[in-house]
């Protein structure tokens, strides 16, 4: 069974950085596309971020040239590397599949404000 942990979200300030972690364990990240996830208070939960086992790459517009994923495959972790954040990108950020089709893990809050 697949368990994944995020960790990493905190309180930070508009223009501040984050990194968040996603550790997994019953499966193994190398042989998988993995992505992170964010849920806003009142709204559904969106795709944000995918890595490919190609090495490619995408992002939602929104976090376009703000957000880096990236994993560490001896560590079996994907990460998010989150700059320049807004008060918009405040949610719980998961991390999981881009089809989803793993049970979700807790999240991670990260909030946005002054």
């Known amino acids: 069974q697949v368990r994944l942990v995020e960790s990493g979200g905190g309180l930070v300030q508009p223009g501040g950085s984050l990194r968040l972690s996603c550790a997994a364990s019953g499966t193994i990240v190398v042989f998988n596309n993995m992505a992170w996830f964010r849920q806003a208070p009142g709204k559904e939960r969106e795709l944000v971020a995918i890595s490919s086992i190609n090495g490619a790459t995408n992002y939602v517009d929104s976090v376009k040239g703000r957000f880096t994923i990236f994993r560490d495959n001896a560590k079996n972790a994907v990460y998010l590397q989150m700059n320049n954040l807004k008060p918009e990108d405040t949610a719980v950020y998961f991390c999981?599949?881009?089809?989803?089709?793993?049970?979700w893990g807790q999240g991670t809050l990260v909030t946005v404000s002054s």
């Open positions: 999981n599949r881009p089809s989803s089709d793993w049970a």
